[in-house]
């Protein structure tokens, strides 16, 4: 059961929309501040976090901020709408675990959602795994692969050559 929600955003704008919009009489509380994810300071409880809408270097950033306070009980969702490759690069050297992975399909959009824990065995792919099966796992390939193969560089082609070699 979710006690308490905690909304932050460095915008302005966002948080007045936010406070204007959220209904105050929930069954559980909701906070609304205004701040960056790198200015956050955890609370001890157990915390589902979400970072979303953002590309991968302020999702990254967020993250290397927020490592040293969060505990095994924690997990992470992320989504990241641009720069996914060098993010999950580094997320593959670090010491976060892969708790689960997809690919949704909003509004003829494509985004990856991963969700990450400190306690795991399965290292997050630099490519990912479990987002390629299914239906939209085939579209999302299809749309990787008519966006990348415009690219030249080395990190591109390598993307290119396992997406091709998806079966
Ligand atoms: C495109 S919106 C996405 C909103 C929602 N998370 C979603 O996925 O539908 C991105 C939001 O992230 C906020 N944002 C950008 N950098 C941020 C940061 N460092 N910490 C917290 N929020 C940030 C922006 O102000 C904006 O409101």
Avoid at 27 to 40: A, P, R, V
Avoid at 58 to 80: A, C, F, K, N, W
Avoid at 147 to 158: C, G, P, W, Y
């Amino acid at each position: 059961m979710v006690s308490s929600i905690h909304l932050v955003d460095p915008s302005i704008e966002v948080i007045k929309n936010l406070k204007d919009s959220y209904i105050t009489e929930q069954d559980f509380k909701i906070t609304i501040e205004h701040k960056s994810g790198q200015d956050l300071v955890l609370r001890p409880q157990k915390k589902l976090i979400l970072i979303a809408g953002m590309g991968g270097k302020e999702i990254g950033s967020i993250l290397t901020h927020l490592l040293p306070q969060l505990t095994v009980d924690d997990d992470v969702i992320i989504s990241p709408h641009r720069d996914i490759l060098p993010l999950r690069e580094s997320l593959a050297l670090s010491t976060f675990y892969l708790k689960d992975e997809s690919v949704v399909l909003d509004e003829g959009r494509f985004y990856q959602v991963i969700c990450l824990s400190l306690s795991g065995n399965v290292k997050v792919h630099s490519y990912g795994t479990k987002i390629w099966g299914g239906e939209t796992g085939r579209g999302y390939r299809e749309h990787q692969l008519l966006h990348f193969n415009a690219h030249k560089d080395t990190r591109s082609l390598a993307y290119v050559s396992f997406l091709k070699a998806l079966t």
